[in-house]
Nanobody, 123 residues
Framework: QVQLVESGGGLVQAGGSLRLSCAASGRTFSSYVMGWFRQAPGKEREFVAAINWSGSRTYYGDSVKGRFTISRDNAKNTVYLQMNSLKPDDTAVYSC????????????????WGQGTQVTVSS
């Protein structure tokens, strides 16, 4: 089992940057593919990014490609999401999750979730 705690959200102007962190408990953190998802009010949860256990492979949703970067530090049991060139459409609650099986792009493939952190981008 993995427990996840996100931090780093906040209010930022359009064009600005934020870095989210997701701290994980458990000695098996390094064996998990980790993902970031977001959910805006009235919308379904959306895949943002995922990273394999070593950090050598990353995957991104189309809406964030070229602007967001996912990374991880297994020594610190932490996964990060660097968000640049933020837009008002990026406003959402961002959650990290640990993958169990299936497609990295599907929420149903992730078994453990953090509580989320709010990101608000003003125009």
């Amino acid at each position: 089992q993995v427990q996840l705690v996100e931090s780093g959200g906040g209010l930022v102007q359009a064009g600005g940057s934020l870095r989210l962190s997701c701290a994980a408990s458990g000695r098996t953190f390094s064996s998990y593919v980790m993902g970031w998802f977001r959910q805006a009010p009235g919308k379904e949860r959306e895949f943002v990014a995922a990273i394999n256990w070593s950090g050598s492979r990353t995957y991104y949703g189309d809406s964030v490609k070229g602007r967001f970067t996912i990374s991880r530090d297994n020594a610190k049991n932490t996964v990060y999401l660097q968000m640049n060139s933020l837009k008002p459409d990026d406003t959402a609650v961002y959650s990290c999750a640990a993958h169990r099986s299936g497609s990295y792009y599907d929420t149903s493939s992730y078994s453990w979730w953090g509580q989320g952190t709010q990101v608000t981008v003003s125009s």
